[in-house]
């Protein structure tokens, strides 16, 4: 699968929050839907208990799917690293994911790249990288507004989600990602 292109059921194609599927049924789904690698709601305590982590990653190996990534940190207003994020990064590290998708309500932006450095640096112990999502909903809005935060914390696993339905809400031009610079 290494030179597959990745193709993921998105934990956030679902009812309710955390999904009514738990996550090692995400798995099996996606697989029976003919995807090779699915991302997962990480709610702890709420659809992600002690036995979660081995049951998910049962399930990815006997489907040979890939965790692609674990959703969702969501930065508030406050300026405060949150265990429950670091919690939420060390179990998708537990099950090889690739990302954790992180977002941003808190208005500040020095506050956000600090805290956006600080996930960072925990996603590379994890073996993951830390991607940030712009969407009209956040304090974090466009492309312009992520490739601030990113580009001045400067960290190795720090990264941008593109998701083109957000992208396309706030109104950019659908080639712009391409023109933004990435690494190599």
Not at 102 to 124: G, N, Q, Y
Not at 143 to 153: G, M, P, R, T
Request: with cysteine.
């Amino acid at each position: 699968m290494r030179n597959e292109r990745l193709m993921a059921l998105a934990s956030g194609v679902h009812d309710g929050n955390p999904p009514e599927v738990s996550p090692p049924d995400m798995v099996r789904i996606a697989a029976d839907a003919g995807y090779n690698s699915v991302g997962l709601w990480v709610a702890p305590g709420d659809n992600w208990h002690s036995s979660t982590a081995g049951e998910v990653a049962a399930a990815l190996q006997e489907t040979g799917l890939v965790a692609l990534d674990v959703e969702v940190i969501w930065l508030q207003p406050g300026g405060k690293p949150d265990p429950l994020h670091h919690e939420i990064i060390a179990m998708g590290g537990e099950v090889g994911a690739k990302n954790c998708l992180i977002v941003s309500s808190e208005p500040d932006r020095e506050i956000t790249k600090r805290l956006f450095e600080d996930l960072c640096v925990h996603a590379e112990r994890a073996g993951m990288r830390a991607c940030l999502e712009y969407m009209a909903i956040t304090e974090v809005k466009t492309l312009d507004d992520a490739l601030d935060v990113v580009n001045a914390v400067d960290h190795p696993a720090g990264g941008i989600l593109v998701d083109p339905f957000h992208h396309e809400r706030v109104g950019q031009p659908p080639r712009k990602p391409r023109r933004s610079p990435r690494d190599g």
